[in-house]
C-alpha cells in the first residue's frame, strides 16, 4: 500500500509564496507520474500541476507562470513552489501518486489560505 503525505500548506497573504511537498512511499520503480489537485469551498476539485517521472511538467492554465512543479525522484518526492498567491487559490491542495500498476494514491490534503 503506498502513502502519500502532503505539507507545507498555511496562511499567507496575497501576493506571497507557499511551497508544498508531497512524499510517496514504496520504491522508485513503483512511483510513476505524481500531481497536485486542489478543491476550494463549494467548488470540484480541480487539476493544478503534474510531473512524470522522467520530470515533464504540466499545469492548468490558471497557475501557468505562477506555480512550479518539481521531483526529487530518488525520495520520491514532488515539490509545488506556488508564488503571487491570489484569494482565489485558496483550497485543500492534494497530492496523487500513480503506481506503475496504473494504480492511483492520494493524500489527505494540506490547506492554503491566501487572505490579508
Known amino acids: 500500500q503506498v502513502q502519500v503525505v502532503e505539507s507545507g500548506g498555511g496562511l499567507v497573504q496575497p501576493g506571497g509564496s507557499l511551497r508544498l511537498s508531497c512524499v510517496s512511499s514504496?520504491?522508485?520503480?513503483?512511483?510513476?507520474?505524481m500531481g497536485w489537485y486542489r478543491q476550494a469551498p463549494g467548488k470540484e476539485r480541480e487539476a493544478v500541476a503534474a510531473?512524470?517521472?522522467?520530470?515533464?511538467?504540466a499545469y492548468a492554465d490558471s497557475v501557468k507562470g505562477r506555480f512550479t512543479i518539481s521531483r526529487e525522484n530518488a525520495k520520491n518526492t514532488i515539490y509545488l513552489q506556488s508564488d503571487n498567491l491570489q484569494p482565489e487559490d485558496t483550497a485543500v491542495y492534494y497530492c496523487?501518486?500513480?503506481?506503475?500498476?496504473?494504480?492511483?494514491?492520494w493524500g489527505n490534503g494540506t490547506l492554503v489560505v491566501v487572505s490579508s
Open positions: 496523487v501518486s500513480r503506481t506503475t500498476d496504473g494504480m492511483e494514491y
Open positions: 514504496g520504491s522508485f520503480w513503483d512511483v510513476d507520474a
Open positions: 510531473i512524470t517521472r522522467g520530470g515533464i511538467p
